[in-house]
């Protein structure tokens, strides 16, 4: 109790709200390059790398936050919600770049609508973390706002999901009678989009374990 008390009168730690941004902003711009990726064409595999050095930059800002996180007197909230925040974080941009590498693996470069469509719902998905992300700062005062994003995280998780399983069966139909390694290749994808979306669903509920210890 005690604790607590003092630490009130501390001042927090303000970079890793900064580090939080930037990571954030870095997965947007993975998304925004993924998105790009899966219009198709010659351009693609000079969207994948684009991809693989949001990644790598990604990496970098991790590194500096779970370092902050051994050095600093006092944190925004708990050590473990931390790393476990800009973890989940980095998975997501992780999951991207798995995609990209399977894109260069199989050259593949041409994508199906669902496809693009779940590339447009990732976008939207990384906009939401960077719009929560700074709210955290004063959780007290954005609870509602949180939840609501949060939320609307799962939403788009679950459409996703549902966008996974009507590419699939759209993608049978189409190679049903002809090239079998289509579909495996399109399927391989499709499960790498949807492990991005997985992904940033468990950054929602990072953010959601945080708000509910806070308040």
Not at 95 to 117: D, G, N, S, W, Y
Not at 146 to 162: F, M, N, P, Q, S
Not at 198 to 208: G, K, L, P, S
């Amino acid at each position: 109790m005690l604790l607590r008390w003092f630490r009130v009168f501390l001042p927090k730690e303000e970079r890793f709200f900064d580090l939080f941004a930037r990571h954030s902003q870095t997965c947007v711009q993975g998304a925004e390059a993924l998105q790009q990726m899966l219009r198709g064409g010659d351009e693609t595999p000079l969207h994948c790398q684009r991809v693989s050095q949001f990644e790598n930059d990604a990496d970098g800002i991790t590194r500096e936050v779970l370092t902050a996180v051994r050095r600093t007197f006092i944190t925004p909230f708990d050590r473990v919600d931390i790393k476990n925040l800009i973890t989940a974080m980095d998975d997501a941009i992780d999951q991207m770049q798995q995609t990209a590498k399977a894109v260069i693996l199989f050259e593949v470069r041409e994508f199906e609508p669902p496809m693009r469509e779940i590339g447009t719902l990732l976008v939207e998905c990384a906009n939401l973390v960077g719009r929560a992300l700074p709210l955290m700062k004063s959780i007290g005062q954005n609870v509602g706002m949180l939840t609501a994003i949060t939320e609307e995280l799962g939403k788009l998780e679950g459409r996703v999901d549902d966008l996974h399983d009507i590419g699939l069966k759209e993608l049978f139909l189409k190679h049903r009678d002809a090239n079998a390694m289509d579909f495996i290749v399109g399927a391989e994808i499709y499960d790498h989009l949807e492990k991005v979306a997985d992904r940033f669903d468990d950054v929602a509920n990072e953010i959601n374990s945080i708000v509910i210890e806070q308040v």
